[in-house]
């Protein structure tokens, strides 16, 4: 009675344990890692340096076949990617914030200097 018991769970959690490869998600940290390098996010920005450092995990996870930590550090690359575009386009509008205020500041400026 314990040997068809046995069998059954280990069929049932071998079934649960395969996971399929995740070969769309690394394509979309691909694209995502592009995309962040596209707006200018270069190796000095560190959630750039660690998306490139999971997705070659990842990729090194698919050849071993571990296709459930290839998928987790594919999904962790990618948001790290994404998080590098925001801060590099964050700090490209506070850097275009900065010099619209410092020409409204020189036009006021201007403006005191003709009353």
């Known amino acids: ?5 046995l069998s ?5 959690l071998s079934g649960c344990a395969t996971d399929p490869a995740p070969s769309e998600q690394l394509r979309l940290t691909e694209q995502a890692i592009v995309q962040a390098r596209a707006v ?4 000095q920005v560190p959630a750039l340096r660690q998306a490139e450092d999971k ?6 996870a698919m050849k071993d076949r571990d296709y ?3 998928r987790l550090q594919a999904e962790q690359a ?3 990617a994404r998080y590098a575009e925001a801060q590099v386009l964050n700090d490209k509008s506070e850097l275009q914030l900065n010099e619209l205020n410092r020409r409204i500041a020189r036009l006021r ?6 009353r």
Do not use: H, S, W, Y
């Open 68 to 70: 459930r930590r290839a």
């Open 78 to 80: 990618e948001l790290d």
């Open 55 to 60: 997705l070659a995990n990842a990729t090194a």
């Open 40 to 43: 200018g996010a270069t190796e």
């Open 8 to 12: 059954v769970c280990a069929l049932v």
């Open 109 to 114: 400026e201007q403006l005191g200097a003709l």
């Open 1 to 5: 009675m314990k040997i068809p018991f």
